[in-house]
């Protein structure tokens, strides 16, 4: 059974930094990527950045230059640096990891519970 189990969230002010983590119950390399959504109240959940196993990133205009993807192999963990937040960034942030369909079954996707992440202006 995969967990994904997310830290990092919290409150902080425009501006400012925080980082997200997502802990793998497994090895990372079990996924084709992982990564991070979020979703704002009313809103639907939009991906905000992804990294694949092949060390490949892909990283939503509205954050570009302001959030940072990462991984860290060994532990097992993707990380999500945060910098000069902005309130429109408020919302739950759901890590994310996936395996690409095969021709026995579709394509596997794993959710962590969420974090809290509010931005005050």
């Known amino acids: 059974q995969v967990q994904l189990v997310e830290s990092g969230g919290g409150l902080v002010q425009a501006g400012g930094s925080l980082r997200l983590s997502c802990a793998a119950s497994?090895?990372?390399?079990?996924?084709?990527?992982m990564g991070w959504y979020r979703q704002a109240p009313g809103k639907e959940r939009e991906l905000v950045a992804m990294a694949t196993s092949g060390g490949s990133t892909n990283i939503v205009d509205s954050v570009k230059g302001r959030f940072t993807i990462s991984r860290d192999n060994a532990k097992n963990t993707v990380y999500l640096q945060m910098n000069s937040l902005k309130p429109e960034d408020t919302a739950v942030y759901y890590c994310?990891?996936?395996?690409?369909?095969?021709?026995?079954?579709?394509?596997?996707?794993?959710w962590g519970q969420g974090t809290q992440v509010t931005v005050s202006s």
């Open positions: 497994g090895s990372i390399f079990s996924f084709n990527a």
């Open positions: 994310n990891a996936y395996r690409l369909p095969t021709a026995y079954r579709g394509r596997l996707d794993y």
